[in-house]
């Protein structure tokens, strides 16, 4: 009757949570960036000894390139949509630090940052630490430390 529950919290492995938000942040960054050269439609003719064949198939290199671009457009709205909910459900002032640390067009400065804030340099980090922590929970991209357990059944 004296026995109590043993309930181990994994750990969150904070190094490697801020790695991944930085992934995402960089994904972002390449999401907003313009369209790359390989997506865009062939200019020179190109022939070819296949003979035609009817089977309502999309050939064309320029529908093909269409379809790549409506997909990508879609794949990017959704990326950018999942993160921008993520970033709206910080509290404010850590989606300010988050905004102007990794989502203006030029990232910032941390202490232009803190100056802008208005805190001292300890207080900043604290914030923007725990705005790393709390949007890798929203995004659900923490990553946890692995006890020894996992560890040795990882190995073998």
Not at 86 to 115: A, C, P, T
Request: hydrophobic share 30%; charged share 35%; net charge positive.
């Amino acid at each position: 009757m004296n026995k109590q529950l043993s309930f181990k919290m994994p750990i969150v492995d904070g190094k490697r949570t801020k790695q991944e938000i930085e992934k995402v942040f960089n994904e972002y960054r390449r999401y907003l960036a313009t369209m790359p050269c390989d997506m865009l439609p062939k200019v020179t003719a190109s022939y070819s000894i296949v003979p035609p064949s009817n089977t309502n198939e999309f050939n064309s290199s320029t529908e093909n390139i269409v379809i790549e671009r409506i997909e990508y457009e879609q794949e990017r709205n959704k990326f950018i949509s999942w993160l921008y909910d993520g970033v709206n459900r910080l509290r404010d002032d850590e989606r300010e630090v988050i905004v102007k640390f990794y989502m203006e067009h030029d990232s910032g400065y941390d202490q232009d940052i803190w100056m802008d804030l208005g805190i001292g340099k300890t207080k900043y980090y604290k914030l923007k630490g725990r705005a790393i922590l709390r949007l890798a929970f929203n995004l659900k991209k923490e990553v946890f430390q692995k006890t020894r357990k996992q560890k040795e059944e990882q190995s073998i």
